[in-house]
């Protein structure tokens, strides 16, 4: 990445294995990246919340406070900072868990130190706000507020991670198109690469659980079997 001094984005790094602290430190910072580290859940989820940092890695196994609830904890408190969890290769269960309680992405260990800076990389690449031309978008019961990126269905506010919105603030700006997982894992997430297809399957269902009257057969985030997806706000 090798960011200018001018803005050096801030990582906190929540991981208890000290050797693998100062490995990430060193390489995070070697890519222009300051980094913060935490040793246990119970003093991370005190930093993220008393602290701005631009992105956090998470590890699931941690004392004082596991991963998934600290994930969960700093979600309920508004915190919207995007998430990496890192897992154990072990861990299936635990990866989509912390999807559902709000990770934006995953990282099995052991992992090539070149993927997490993409990863990494991918992640702070955001789709700007400025992008979207009406403040807000409703469609059937839902409400998004993109200027507060507040999301409301029958008047009830949803959580979504910084990952969700993003994909559904792509979803809204391409409505009613056809739009393949390659398109949405390279204008979404950052990768030219088309192994991460299942990411975005992942997504797209924690999209329906979330915001379809009936997630098993969604009106709005349609299928399109073979090419990818669509969204469709109104449908007839």
């Not at 910072?29 to 980094?35: A, F, I, K, Q, T």
Request: charged residues 30%; glycine residues 6%; hydrophobic residues 40%.
């Amino acid at each position: 990445m090798k960011t200018s001094a001018a803005h050096r984005p801030r990582i906190l790094l929540v991981e208890d294995e000290s050797g693998l602290v100062l490995t990430l430190t060193d390489l995070l910072e070697s890519e222009g990246y300051d980094v913060e580290s935490a040793r246990d859940g119970v003093k991370g989820f005190e930093m993220a919340h008393s602290t701005s940092f631009d992105l956090i890695i998470l590890d699931v196994m941690l004392p004082g406070k596991n991963g998934l609830d600290l994930c969960r904890d700093l979600r309920e408190r508004g915190i919207r900072t995007p998430v990496l969890m890192l897992t154990a290769r072990s861990q299936t269960l635990d990866k989509v868990l912390g999807l559902n309680l709000g990770a934006d992405d995953y990282l099995t260990k052991p992992f090539e130190p070149a993927e997490l800076v993409a990863r990494l990389e991918a992640l702070l690449r955001r789709v700007s706000s400025s992008t979207i031309g009406p403040d807000t978008f409703r469609f059937g019961a839902t409400v998004i507020d993109f200027r507060s990126t507040e999301v409301r269905r029958n008047n009830q506010r949803v959580e979504l991670s910084a990952r969700e919105f993003a994909l559904l603030r792509y979803f809204v700006l391409q409505r009613g198109a056809t739009i393949t997982r390659s398109q949405l894992l390279k204008e979404v997430w950052g990768y030219e690469s088309a192994i991460f297809t299942r990411t975005v399957d992942v997504h797209v269902g924690l999209l329906r659980q979330k915001l379809e009257e009936d997630p098993k057969n969604p009106r709005h985030f349609l299928t399109v079997r073979g090419l990818g997806y669509k969204f469709i706000p109104n449908p007839q």
